[in-house]
């Protein structure tokens, strides 16, 4: 193929070819590293990467971000895949004192139903500080690696994992689907020298072994993931064909069979009191283990119990984790501000000089609230024996799990003499609007609602966040930017901005840390974030007290947008049974009802949203994949259950797609009533719906 001299190239032209090559190297980067399959020879590559590096050189303005010069071997990605979980990758609730072990010990038996002298077996375990990953295994052999990401959907790592020793690329006597889930995880000694050879070579030193874990996965190059040395723990599992065992203990054996590394310090322990001891054991062995820990996890050891017991949203009912003492330092406050949040809350946060705690440099803690600073909590009683904390005071600051580091303590002996007594702002740092106190509630809010920058700013950066619209290339860094430069003021404004500014592509590609590519990328999620779950959506509006959980409830509840913007409708009118139906739902209190409704009615928020909806198209949440005959349908449960307790019912019954609701009405489908059934059981049959008993609806679901 004839190809024009380099120094004959016009400026386009060159642009055009540099683009051209970058695809063609990158395709064939690819098809001869991760699917072994080169498609052109070695000396044609080498030509290549030639002409690509004489264009450059004449034209050094053109170099793209992702040149293929700036590339070497291994995959070249440009970013990592998602991968959907076949079975969402959990996280655990925590427990911090021995009471909240035999709490949970007791919450369980209540559930099943189980005498509380009752002893249950359990598994307790390290809890690992790394970062979790799926493995999935198909006839035994490795196919996919990905990490947590949300819980749904996670990142496609399967060049990296394949690098790591721990993770075997092939098993044997495994069931045809296995995915094996455990945590990345990097030793101390590992951890000391990684960071010494980063510090020779003049790079970034890492804060601590779970940030060196987590930055070498995220490594776009595998060959740099082979040289860190990145260790892996099994310890549960996603979808699987085939059981592996009975009971969790007997579980991990089967995967240190198959030759995954499993913790030696996992046991059995019958009962809470054993746990306990456990957690002593682990604590006391900590320094020696040479890998960080934060906790010891408990699982239920049978498991057709847990399958019982069943999920929360993102945690199991079965398992928790004993985390340790929270890590403390001592350090100078420097000063007290007030942030404004996107529901208006004035928080007040710590700005310290930064301190290691447990690993962690922190420069930022919270304060809660005014009653916080003042030494009181929300009852008015004294907490830190009454002393108040202000500018210059010596603090004592905690770090508990992820948690964002807290103030604990002050010390009055260290306490500066011209330091004064803080006061808390009673308007708005931000707009000067009144910032006030509800009876009853501890935060102080501005009242400025969409006059207030800070809580516009902050309501679009919920808008875009993880769990939102969760829109790749437009995170709070550019909606600031956006935002101060004008572009965008409401969420709906997001979607405007091709048309708005694609003409305007010029501007922003010549702003800081925006190229051509990086543009029409931004365009291009954005076009993809119009495809949303009404449950995402909901969450994205930031309406107080309507969070993950709730908006998930609504949308599944209520199916579509027009079906929960009516009943909003119908609700502020008074019309119907409006009101009733939403607190009917299960899981939403009269708190949430009135924030959604009260929100959703106000005109401006209304015209906003509804330029923001016909930007969109909202789709049905994604509901569980059940081909149960009761699907869809809402259920009440009354009365005494014999053959297991509310709670269970109720969860089971949700995970085959049932709506259950607290009160029956005329949308109710069945009602399943126990002996004791009192005015439930007879609205319903005044209604003629459907009553069955309990062995009845074990039955329908079952399928007889
Ligand atoms: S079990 C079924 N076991 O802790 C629940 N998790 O805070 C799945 N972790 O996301 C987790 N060590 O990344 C489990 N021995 C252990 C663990 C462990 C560390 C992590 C895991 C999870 C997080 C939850």
């Given at each position: 193929?004839?190809?024009?001299?380099?120094?004959?190239?016009?400026?386009?032209?060159?642009?055009?070819?540099?683009?051209?090559?970058?695809?063609?190297?990158g395709a064939a980067n690819v098809a001869y590293h991760r699917d072994d399959s080169p498609e052109i020879d070695d000396a044609e590559y080498d030509a290549l990467k030639v002409r690509n590096m004489s264009i450059e050189a004449r034209f050094p303005f053109l170099k793209r971000p992702d040149s293929p010069s700036?590339?070497?071997?291994?995959?070249?990605?440009?970013?990592?895949?998602?991968?959907?979980?076949?079975?969402?990758?959990?996280?655990?609730?925590?427990?911090?004192?021995?009471?909240?072990?035999?709490?949970?010990?007791?919450?369980?038996?209540?559930y099943l139903g189980l005498p509380e002298l009752d002893t249950l077996t359990y598994t307790a375990e390290p809890k690992i500080d790394g970062l979790s990953l799926t493995l999935r295994y198909e006839g035994g052999e490795l196919v996919q690696a990905a990490t947590r990401g949300d819980g749904s959907i996670g990142?496609?790592?399967?060049?990296?994992?394949?690098?790591?020793?721990?993770?075997?690329?092939?098993?044997?006597?495994?069931?045809?689907?296995?995915e094996v889930?455990?945590?990345?995880?990097?030793?101390?000694?590992?951890?000391?020298?990684?960071?010494?050879?980063?510090?020779?070579?003049?790079e970034k030193e890492f804060a601590n072994p779970r940030n060196a874990a987590a930055g070498s996965m995220r490594q776009l190059n595998s060959e740099i993931t082979r040289q860190r040395p990145l260790r892996f723990f099994a310890y549960a599992w996603g979808e699987m064909s085939k059981p592996l065992a009975e009971t969790q203990a007997e579980s991990i054996h089967r995967l240190a069979q198959m030759g995954f590394s499993t913790n030696q310090l996992t046991t059995r322990c019958i009962g809470p009191k054993a746990l306990i001891q456990h957690h002593a054991l682990i604590s006391a062995r900590r320094p020696e283990l040479g890998y960080d820990i934060d906790g010891v996890v408990y699982k239920v050891d049978d498991l057709d119990l847990q399958a019982?017991?069943?999920?929360?949203?993102?945690?199991?009912?079965?398992?928790?984790?004993?985390?340790?003492?929270?890590?403390?330092?001592?350090?100078?406050?420097?000063?007290?501000?007030?942030?404004?949040?996107?529901?208006?809350?004035?928080?007040?946060?710590?700005?310290?000089?930064?301190?290691?705690?447990?690993?962690?440099?922190?420069?930022?803690?919270?304060?809660?609230?005014?009653?916080?600073?003042?030494?009181?909590?929300?009852?008015?009683?004294?907490?830190r024996g009454g002393k108040?904390?202000?500018?210059?005071?010596?603090?004592?600051?905690?770090?508990?799990?992820?948690?964002?580091?807290?103030?604990?303590?002050?010390?009055?002996?260290?306490?500066?003499?011209?330091?004064?007594?803080?006061?808390?702002?009673?308007?708005?740092?931000e707009c000067q609007s009144p910032a006030v106190r509800d009876e009853g509630d501890s935060t102080r809010r501005c009242i400025g609602g969409l006059v207030c920058p800070a809580q516009t700013i902050e309501k679009l950066k919920h808008f875009v966040s993880r769990s939102a619209f969760d829109i790749e290339g437009l995170g709070a860094k550019q909606v600031e930017q956006f935002y101060t430069d004008g572009w965008i003021e409401t969420p709906a404004d997001i979607f405007a901005l091709r048309t708005r500014y694609g003409s305007g592509l010029q501007q922003l590609k010549n702003r800081e840390g925006w190229g051509d590519k990086s543009a029409e990328n931004l365009f291009l999620s954005i076009d993809e974030a119009r495809?949303?779950?009404?449950?995402?959506?909901?969450?994205?509006?930031?309406?107080?007290?309507?969070?993950?959980?709730?908006?998930?409830?609504?949308?599944?509840?209520?199916?579509?947008?027009?079906?929960?913007?009516?009943?909003?409708?119908?609700?502020?009118?008074?019309?119907?049974?409006?009101?009733e139906d939403i607190l009917s739902i299960d899981g939403i209190g009269p708190k949430q009802a009135r924030s959604l409704v009260t929100t959703l009615v106000q005109p401006a928020e209304r015209a906003a949203l509804d330029v923001l909806v016909s930007h969109l198209q909202i789709t049905m949440?994604?509901?569980?994949?059940?081909?149960?005959?009761?699907?869809?349908?809402?259920?009440?449960?009354?009365?005494?259950?014999?053959?297991?307790?509310?709670?269970?019912?109720?969860?089971?019954?949700?995970?085959?797609?049932?709506?259950?609701?607290?009160?029956?009405?005329?949308?109710?489908?069945?009602?399943?009533?126990?002996?004791?059934?009192?005015?439930k059981a007879k609205k319903a049959a005044d209604l003629g719906i459907d009553i069955l008993d309990e062995d009845a609806w074990l039955v329908r679901i079952e399928g007889g």
């Open positions: 193929m004839y190809r024009k001299p380099v120094n004959e190239l016009t400026q386009d032209e060159a642009c055009d070819e540099l683009r051209a090559l970058m695809e063609t190297l700036e590339q070497v071997g291994a995959t070249v990605a440009e970013g990592f895949t998602k991968v959907e979980h076949a079975q969402r990758m959990l996280s655990l609730t925590n427990a911090f004192a021995p009471e909240d072990v035999f709490d949970f010990d007791n919450r369980i038996k209540r990142e496609n790592v399967t060049e990296n994992a394949k690098t790591i020793s721990d993770v075997p690329h092939r098993i044997r006597d495994c069931p045809e689907v296995l889930r455990g945590e990345i995880y990097m030793s101390h000694e590992d951890f000391i020298s990684l960071n010494k050879a980063q510090r020779q070579a003049g019982r017991l069943g999920l929360r949203s993102t945690t199991p009912r079965w398992a928790i984790a004993h985390k340790f003492p929270a890590e403390l330092a001592w350090t100078r406050l420097n000063a007290i501000e007030i942030q404004v949040g996107r529901t208006g809350a004035l928080s007040p946060v710590a700005r310290l000089h930064p301190v290691n705690v447990g690993g962690v440099v922190v420069s930022n803690a919270t304060l809660h609230n005014e009653d916080y600073i003042a030494g009181r909590d929300s009852t008015g009683t004294e907490i108040d904390i202000r500018a210059g005071d010596l603090v004592q600051v905690y770090r508990a799990g992820d948690v964002i580091p807290k103030v604990a303590d002050v010390d009055l002996t260290r306490r500066p003499t011209e330091a004064a007594r803080f006061i808390f702002p009673t308007v708005c740092p495809h949303v779950s009404l449950g995402r959506f909901l969450f994205a509006l930031g309406i107080r007290h309507i969070g993950e959980v709730a908006a998930m409830t609504l949308a599944r509840y209520f199916g579509s947008w027009p079906a929960l913007s009516a009943a909003i409708d119908a609700a502020q009118a008074c019309a119907g049974p409006s009101w949440e994604r509901v569980p994949e059940t081909t149960s005959s009761v699907a869809g349908l809402t259920v009440v449960f009354t009365g005494t259950l014999e053959r297991m307790t509310r709670a269970e019912a109720k969860s089971r019954a949700e995970a085959l797609g049932v709506k259950v609701s607290g009160s029956v009405s005329a949308k109710t489908d069945i009602v399943v009533a126990g002996p004791g059934a009192g005015s």
